[in-house]
């Protein structure tokens, strides 16, 4: 059993007698966040407002050679857009609890005359996780049956004969 370099979610990187799958071009980002304020006395004074969200984008390269697939593994990655899991390298997690795809560029690609792809490479994008609280209008609106019904009421008789005066 081959030793996984790193692993996101269902995708894995490996060196084994069966199987080549490279975790190449490894970079992260974090940044702070900030803005600046007007302020009557000319300066502007700086507001830290915690950081960004952390980035992470890596690249690997497939090889029908190497014991993979390049068509299925493109069609695998651009499956999994949108979704999170934590990133290994090693054993160990790196950065935060989760990781959302949110990029899968396809380039270099190798074909053989007949259009069968013999390589390409796959740069991944990764963006830290953040779980947002959905605000309880939006959770209770109900479904566009519902929407059209309360758009359509009117008051009962009982009710605009009350309000007159």
Do not use: H
Not at 9 to 29: H, I, Q, Y
Not at 41 to 64: A, D, K, V
């Amino acid at each position: 059993m081959a030793a996984y370099m790193a692993r996101w979610g269902p995708k894995g990187f490996l060196v084994s007698p069966e199987k080549v799958v490279p975790f190449d071009s490894f970079t992260t980002d974090m940044k702070l966040k900030s803005d600046s304020e007007n302020d009557t006395s000319g300066t502007q004074p700086t507001n830290t407002r915690g950081r960004e969200l952390r980035t992470i984008s890596f690249e690997t390269q497939y090889y029908t050679a190497l014991g993979v697939d390049p068509r299925a593994q493109i069609d695998e990655w651009e499956s999994l857009i949108g979704q999170a899991y934590p990133l290994f390298i090693g054993a160990k997690r790196f950065g935060p609890p989760k990781m959302k795809l949110t990029q899968v560029s396809t380039s270099d690609l190798k074909l053989t005359p007949a259009g069968e792809m013999l390589s390409c490479k796959i740069a991944i994008s990764l963006e830290e996780y953040s779980e947002g609280k959905t605000s309880q209008l939006v959770s209770t609106a109900g479904t566009a049956d519902q929407k059209t019904q309360a758009l359509n009421t009117t008051a009962s008789k009982a009710d605009r004969a009350a309000k007159k005066v």
